[in-house]
């Protein structure tokens, strides 16, 4: 008898790669772990990805929560990094609490993981501390991610900025180039590579082909708040061909 898993995602109105990489990698898994999942969205107005728009966004994530947490969702999971990176450090426990809590006070308590979180707490599970990275976002806000990740200890010893306001075109970014961006990087001495810091820039199909070429634990943010979705719900966090971090046997 299959399990039956109900994912709610709270995502930027302009956000349309998160609600194609997360069910892809979930409805990769093998056939033996007899599961289901389905997908329940709920939107913050965002267009452009600047300081401004991003608050505003934020302003609207608790009452996305209590909308999917009337649909009985098993877990929710907020797919916007620089949203809550741009809050300034440590904003994502903040949040997590916060939209924990208005499920709770909805009588449907679910788990809730931030793909800032995420990607935070999975630097912390591959004992990452010197990482490299590219970012969609304009300098300015790559620098405040840089920031925030720096003041959980771990070092970006560099990165590509490249720089694209418009969240749609974000999505649009031809991820085969993700390879040759990476190649102009320095990762001599990084323990990381981030491939795509933004749930909206697509990477899914290059994380395994860039673990292949740099030697290194690749992954995304949407790599990481899928694991987070599995272990919240108390499932293997195996996924095939989507990075070391979803391949099975990371401590938690």
């Keep these: 008898m299959s399990d039956n898993f109900r ?11 998160m609600e194609t990489e997360i069910p892809a990698m979930l409805h990769s898994r093998p056939d033996h772990f007899q599961e ?7 939107r913050m107005r965002m267009q452009s990805v600047t300081q ?22 098993d877990v929710l999971a907020y797919a916007c990094l620089i949203g809550i990176m741009a809050q300034g450090p440590g904003y ?21 993981v931030t793909s800032a979180g995420a990607l935070v707490r999975a630097l ?5 501390e010197r990482i490299a990275l590219i970012a969609p976002y304009m300098e300015s806000l790559t620098r405040m991610m840089i920031d925030y990740f720096e003041s959980t200890g771990v ?31 320095d990762t001599d001495g990084a323990d990381a590579l981030v491939l795509s810091s933004c749930v909206q820039m697509p990477s899914l199909a290059s994380i395994q082909a860039a673990e292949d070429r740099f030697g290194l634990p690749v992954f995304s943010a949407a790599t990481a708040t899928t694991y987070e979705i599995l272990d919240h719900l108390g499932l293997s966090t195996q996924v095939p061909g989507a990075g070391r971090l979803l391949a099975g046997g990371i401590n938690k």
């Design 7 to 17: 994912v709610g995602l709270i995502v930027p109105s302009s956000n349309v790669t």
């Design 36 to 42: 289901s999942f389905t997908f329940h969205g709920s």
């Design 52 to 73: 401004e728009e991003l608050e505003r966004m934020d302003e609207q994530s608790e009452d996305c929560a209590t909308l999917l947490s009337d649909a009985r969702c």
């Design 92 to 112: 994502h426990e903040e949040s997590e609490a916060t939209l924990h809590e208005r499920t709770v006070e909805n009588d449907a308590a679910a788990p809730v």
């Design 124 to 128: 912390e599970r591959l004992e990452a």
């Design 155 to 185: 070092e970006v010893i560099d990165y590509e900025a490249l720089e694209c306001p418009d969240n749609l075109e974000v999505a649009r970014l031809d991820q085969r180039n993700l390879l040759s961006i990476a190649d102009g990087l």
